[in-house]
């Protein structure tokens, strides 16, 4: 089992940052792909981006890239999404997940966070 508590959601302007965390326990952390997604009302879960376990490989969606940065720090078990130039709508709840596989796919990940909301004001 991995447990994983994401933070960092929050209310922010349009062209404005925000950095959300999340805190992963149980296993390995260094064994697991880590990665963000979203999910804005009436749509569905989308991912965001991956970084590898080893943290040397990263994966964007087009819709965020250049904008976002996503990070992690094995030593601590927590990996993080810099977001940057926020536009309405990048506003969604965003989700933490681990997979011991690496890519894009939703169904690739079984360990979910319960998410953190980031509302961006135009």
């Known amino acids: 089992q991995v447990q994983l508590v994401e933070s960092g959601g929050g209310l922010v302007q349009a062209g404005g940052s925000l950095r959300l965390s999340c805190a992963a326990s149980?296993?390995?952390?260094?064994?697991?792909?880590m990665a963000w997604f979203r999910q804005a009302p009436g749509k569905e879960r989308e991912f965001v981006a991956v970084?590898?376990?080893?943290?040397?490989?990263?994966i964007y969606a087009n819709s965020v890239k250049g904008r976002f940065t996503i990070s992690r720090d094995n030593a601590k078990n927590t990996v993080s999404l810099q977001q940057n130039s926020l536009k309405p709508e990048d506003a969604a709840v965003y989700y933490c997940?681990?997979?011991?596989?690496?890519?894009?796919?939703?169904?690739?990940?079984?360990?979910w966070g319960q998410g953190t909301q980031v509302t961006v004001s135009s």
């Open positions: 997940a681990a997979s011991p596989v690496f890519g894009a796919n939703r169904v690739l990940y079984r360990y």
């Open positions: 149980g296993r390995t952390f260094s064994n697991y792909n």
């Open positions: 970084i590898h376990g080893s943290g040397g490989s990263t």
